[in-house]
């Protein structure tokens, strides 16, 4: 089996689950909401987009099951698009992470963490500089605030954490998660029973974009807050018994994060009109302090940034292998593919990937970022769930401890529904979409001189 030279396979089953569970669920379940009903209208149609959602992050994870299982190495999708398609399409994807993507993804958590505490220190949202270049979200000023800053230590700090090793990060995840799922299903129990509900709530409206524009652009926020059950298969060269667990992890974790969102769901649309669900960008805060008063809001507040804290540290984990995996194979700077000879931890990879997405923290709102952090993230969950395909041609005779469920259909759907997701984001954010290509053409010139020197 192979295994990345000098990482140890530190974790366990529940480390995997956690890894799947606590990434997955960060911030998106308290803030999305908004958008969501925004785009749609009604109660029912946002129901219909997190199943939706989650239908199609099962078939990923179904898919990737198989290609973990067969494919338990440092990296994940950059593992299964270079044994399908070749090192340069494994080079976009390891370049899209490390500059885009997982980077970007980070950099969404963080901002979303800063939200939540400005319910305790509005200073945060105090403005600080401003850059008077077009730099901005929309093409504006670029405005840094207070909670950037702090946001970035964060992300710092989480760094230093997952740097002394996979065991201590992995635990560190483990108990977060649990802590985070506990607080989570306390807010669900406490909006289904409270006295304040009514079931007519779910049968309100609200003016929306509406149509197929309206439909694809809630999913995107969604998928957002799906976004992270891919991650484990990051750290399969450190997961115990891989080819048993991954399969596990990957789908028990992704359908457990589909009920808690439906169940909290339930429980915000069965306090709050889609209408005041509409007008707050913290939708569990703002049903919290219906139900309990202010002393519920700031509950559901700590709630969340623990939640978020959790998938920061859970990103940080998985998404420095990639890079690492690239350097290992020549095709990055060499030094981030080192293992740390006392921790045993890609440690300069971890390093590069923190510092580049605290960086990022800089960059725009938090609808910005997770928009510009879907686009280009689909592009290659399209094409790593395609090649389960391509592998089964390909290589028939690699070792399948597991093979996808409902295989061709569920990952051919999904792909269709990826390219789909795709031209809509291009069509409704074309800033957006087109900066993530831009950034990913722009690896081209490297992948070129790395694949030249290392050839030679």
């Known amino acids: 089996m192979t295994q990345a030279a000098g990482l140890k396979r530190a974790l366990g089953l529940w480390s995997a689950v956690a890894i799947v569970v606590g990434t997955t669920i960060g911030s998106g379940i308290f803030l999305v909401p908004k958008t969501m009903v925004n785009n749609v209208g009604s109660p029912e149609w946002v129901f219909f987009v997190w199943i939706f959602g989650g239908i199609l992050s099962l078939a990923g994870a179904l898919t990737y099951a198989e290609l973990a299982a067969a494919l338990p190495e440092a990296g994940g999708e950059y593992v299964y698009l270079r044994e399908a398609y070749g090192p340069l399409f494994a080079f976009i994807y390891g370049w899209t992470q490390m500059w885009v993507a997982k980077s970007g993804s980070i950099a969404t958590l963080a901002t979303a963490f800063f939200y939540y505490l400005a319910n305790f220190w509005p200073e945060l949202e105090k403005v600080v500089w401003v850059v008077g270049l077009p730099v901005g979200p929309g093409g504006g000023p670029l405005e840094i605030r207070r ?23 992995g635990g560190v995840q483990v108990t977060m998660t649990i802590v985070k799922v506990a607080l989570i299903a306390a807010v669900i129990v406490i909006g289904l029973l409270s006295p304040h509900a009514a079931v007519a709530n779910f049968s309100t409206s609200t003016a929306a974009a509406g149509g197929v524009a309206g439909f694809f652009a809630a999913l995107v926020a969604a998928l957002w807050a799906y976004d992270g059950w891919n991650n484990v298969a990051m750290v399969s060269s450190e ?17 457990a994060v589909v009920v808690i969102y439906l169940l909290a769901n339930l429980a915000y649309f069965y306090v709050l009109s889609a209408g005041e669900v509409a007008r707050t960008d913290r939708v569990a805060a703002e049903m919290m302090r219906k139900v309990m008063g202010e002393g519920g809001a700031a509950a559901v507040s700590v709630a969340a940034m623990i939640s978020i804290f959790a998938a920061l540290n859970g990103s940080i984990l998985t998404g420095a292998r990639v890079p690492f995996a690239m350097a290992k194979d020549g095709l990055f700077f060499r030094s981030i593919g080192q293992v740390h000879p006392r921790y045993f931890t890609p440690a300069n990879s971890i390093v590069a990937m923190s510092v580049w997405a605290a960086l990022l923290v800089l960059s725009g709102r938090y609808e910005d970022l997770f ?6 993230s689909w592009i290659l969950y399209g094409m790593a769930t395609a090649s389960v395909i391509v592998l089964r041609r390909k290589r028939p005779d690699l070792p399948r401890p597991y ?34 290509i831009g950034i990913i053409l722009a690896g081209l010139p490297f992948y070129a001189h790395w694949r030249k020197r290392y050839l030679v």
């Not at 909670?147 to 990060?169: D, E, K, P, T």
């Not at 399969?247 to 992704?254: E, M, S, V």
């Not at 928009?371 to 280009?376: D, E, T």
């Open 403 to 436: 093979k996808a469920l409902g295989y061709p259909v569920v990952p051919v759907l999904f792909v269709l529904v990826a390219a789909a997701l795709l031209f809509s984001t291009m069509q409704s954010r074309p800033r957006e979409s087109l900066l993530g």
């Open 239 to 255: 997961i115990e018994d891989p080819r048993r667990n991954l399969p596990r992890a990957l789908i028990l974790g992704t359908a």
């Open 371 to 376: 928009n510009y952090v879907i686009f280009s």
């Open 147 to 169: 909670g950037q800053l702090l946001a970035m230590v964060v992300i710092l700090i989480l760094a230093a954490i997952n740097y002394f090793g996979a065991r201590f990060g």
